[in-house]
């Protein structure tokens, strides 16, 4: 009890850690996002005679970027928290899988559990960490906690120690899926932000289209290049963003099918081995 209630404890702090984490990158990127566009995109040496007002230098494409307008900044700030996102997420996750191979780690433990070795298997925990590991180390713990306890029948053992694994890994996930509402959340706003650049770029050429005589040939050029600008940047960050959600969610995936597999060899041997323990005490 006291253990799960330290679990709960740190859970709940490393989820203040990370909205606080998710309050400040979002409004840093799109700070950052701004001074690259004016600072960056919009230096001088991208244009001609030096003056951000006219046509960026030939094979200039970032004076192109920056005519895209003020949707640009707010698409790479947008485009930044996306790769800030994507590296704590990368972090996290690898270091969830633990130090080795967990393929390799689960084979190891259904050995050393096949040899009823509970203290090897912990062990094996030990070394592994990760997830996975802390997973398979708080059954293999109530695996331990349990197998002596004569005052608890097969079912109810064995009902203990899946409710324990079902606890940790209930624990465990939370942290893995943790900041990917964030990335799902870009690959939408992205879209809609492309798609509202490429709006007020449109508006602006029918706008050089509406003057009376001849139309602006420059506004006119200015405004189609400014929403196919903002329409690239969209998509091309929407696409980076569902991309990364997919890689992400599949590694996520893979590692609760690997604590799953875990907690069923934990569950089966300890079925096993008890039923073996009383045939051979009633032979007796």
Do not use: H
């Amino acid at each position: 009890m006291e253990a799960n209630s330290k679990n709960n404890q740190s859970s709940a702090d490393s989820k203040g850690m990370q909205g606080m984490f998710a309050a400040i990158v979002i409004p840093v990127a799109l700070i950052v996002g701004w001074l690259i566009f004016k600072f960056v995109l919009g230096s001088s040496s991208n244009f001609v005679d030096g003056d951000p007002e006219k046509n960026p230098l030939p094979g200039n494409y970032l004076g192109v970027i920056y005519k895209g307008g003020i949707i640009v900044p707010i698409l790479l700030g947008t485009l930044l928290t996306l790769i800030t996102f994507a590296i704590e997420r990368m972090l996290t996750i690898s270091k969830s899988t633990g130090t080795g191979n967990m393929d390799s780690f689960l084979r190891k433990v259904k050995g050393q559990l096949a040899s009823n070795n509970i203290d090897a298997a912990i062990a094996e925990c030990d070394t592994q960490k990760g997830s996975v590991g802390n997973v398979v180390k708080t059954g293999l713990m109530k695996y331990k906690s349990v197998w002596n306890n004569n005052e608890l029948d097969k079912d109810a053992k064995l009902a203990a120690i899946q409710k324990e694994l079902e606890e940790a890994t209930t624990l465990e996930l939370p942290m893995l899926e943790r900041n990917l509402v964030i990335i799902s959340t870009v690959a939408s706003i992205a879209t809609l932000l492309g798609l509202l650049g490429t709006v007020v770029g449109m508006i602006k050429a029918f706008a050089a289209l509406a003057q009376a005589g001849a139309p602006d040939a420059v506004a006119l050029a200015s405004g189609i290049s400014e929403a196919l600008i903002n329409t690239a940047l969209g998509i091309g960050t929407s696409a980076l963003a569902i991309i990364l959600y997919n890689y992400f969610t599949n590694r996520i995936d893979g590692i609760t099918y690997r604590i799953d597999e875990a907690g069923f060899s934990i569950s089966q041997t300890f079925a096993s081995s008890y039923s073996e323990k009383r045939a051979a005490t009633s032979n007796l």
